[in-house]
T-cell receptor, first 113, second 118 residues
């Protein structure tokens, strides 16, 4: 399977704990994006990478959120001191440089109790 | 500031008939538009896209129409099939940094739930 993969698929945590999600993009894709989706809404942009460089961060991404793509391949999204409002589906997508079609992974469903 | 809007939360269609899903946008810097389909517990699946230099793009049963003057796009599915039942999102992106958008970032609508009855 050469699609975008995300792990874990589900994460339940207690408020105040730290969580980390992983995304493996399609191998030849240079751009990697993170989005967040809550119930009844479309995905909202969080941040994106061109290779290992993080080029933009949404104001939705508070100081408790950090994303990395250390070798320009997989990416991690960490949320520190989780809050109940962080409960959402976290989606990763990747695309080629010159094409805008973004291909999404299955997402990580986060529930903060 | 909802820059991309899908005003119909749901649409119900009979199998074999046409499904028309609509989307409006406000940011004139958007120049590339996409439609995604999403099943429960899965990520969005890319369906079809259109650049602002075109007003129509067709792929099999799916056709997207773009009316730039009205800032409106629509997705036509003909004929509709029960397997098309899903949530459909339109998304838009721009190629510059003006207007609060940036190249590659997608701005999504709220989605329309399509149900195709056998």
């Amino acid at each position: 399977d050469t699609g975008v993969s995300q792990n874990p698929r589900h994460k339940i945590t207690k408020r105040g704990q730290n969580v980390t999600f992983r995304c493996d993009p399609i191998s030849e894709h240079n751009r990697l994006y993170w989005y967040r989706q809550t119930l009844g809404q479309g995905p909202e942009f969080l941040t994106y990478f061109q290779n290992e460089a993080q080029l933009e961060k949404s104001r939705l991404l508070s100081d408790r959120f950090s994303a990395e793509r250390p070798k320009g391949s997989f990416s991690t999204l960490e949320i520190q001191r989780t809050e109940q409002g962080d409960s959402a589906m976290y989606l990763c997508a990747s695309s080629r440089d010159i094409h805008n079609e973004q291909f999404f992974g299955p997402g990580t469903r986060l529930t903060v109790l | 500031d909802q820059q991309v809007k899908q005003n119909s939360p749901s649409l119900s269609v009979q199998e074999g008939r046409i499904s028309i899903l609509n989307c409006d946008y406000t940011n004139s810097m958007f120049d590339y538009f996409l439609w995604y389909k999403k099943y429960p517990a899965e990520g969005p699946t890319f369906l079809i896209s259109i650049s602002s230099i075109k007003d129509k793009n067709e792929d099999g049963r799916f056709t997207v129409f773009l009316n730039k003057s009205a800032k409106h796009l629509s997705l036509h599915i003909v004929p509709s099939q029960p397997g098309d039942s899903a949530v459909y999102f339109c998304a838009a992106s721009a190629r510059g940094n003006a207007g609060g958008t940036s190249y590659g970032k997608l701005t999504f609508g709220q989605g329309t739930i399509l149900t195709v009855h056998p």
